[in-house]
Every structure is written in C-alpha cells, then in structure tokens.
C-alpha cells in the first residue's frame, strides 16, 4: 500500500488498498490503525480534505473497526549491512 505523508492534527500518513477497502492511518507517536470495510469514497475525502484530522475524527475513528499496529522506519543500507555483518566484527 502506497502511503501518503500528511500534516494534520497527529496525523502523519495515510494510504488505502481499494481491492481490500483498507485504510491505514499513521500517527506522530510511531503507532498505527488498519482500518476494514472503507469505501473509496471516504478515502478520497479524506485523502483531500483541507482537515484531514477533523475528517478523520469525525468520519473514521469511530465509524470503522480498525486494528493497532506500529509504523515500521524504512530499511536503510546500514541496517542491512549491521545486521548481516560477522559475528565479533566491529567494524
């Protein structure tokens, strides 16, 4: 799922999967929400909305089941290289 970066209340990012008709809604605190049953419609209020908080507080939180998770930061090279390195090398 492609996300789009947003700044809007303590929303962070936000993407939709229209063939699952999930949402999903990252936060500045690192956590998450997957969200079922969204209709394409409602993502694309949302995902236009000149106050996507308020949108999606009074449009989303509440009306949709959603499921907690956590935002996962990009792999970069270093993590790649840190964790395939030898054991004892502290290069």
Do not use: C, Q
């Not at 956590?31 to 209020?45: L, P």
């Not at 270093?78 to 090398?89: I, Q, S, T, V, W």
Request: glycine share 8%; proline share 3%; charged share 35%.
């Amino acid at each position: 799922m492609e996300m789009k970066r947003v700044n809007a209340g303590k929303l962070r990012a936000i993407g939709y999967d229209p063939r699952e008709r999930m949402l999903r809604v990252e936060f500045d605190d690192g956590k998450a929400i997957d969200y079922s049953g969204v209709g394409t419609e409602v993502w694309r209020k949302l995902s236009t909305s000149a106050a996507a908080w308020s949108y999606y507080r009074d449009h989303i939180e509440d009306e949709f089941s959603g499921r907690k998770g956590v935002v996962r930061k990009p792999t970069t090279r270093a993590d790649l290289e840190d964790l395939f390195k030898a054991p004892g090398d502290e290069a």
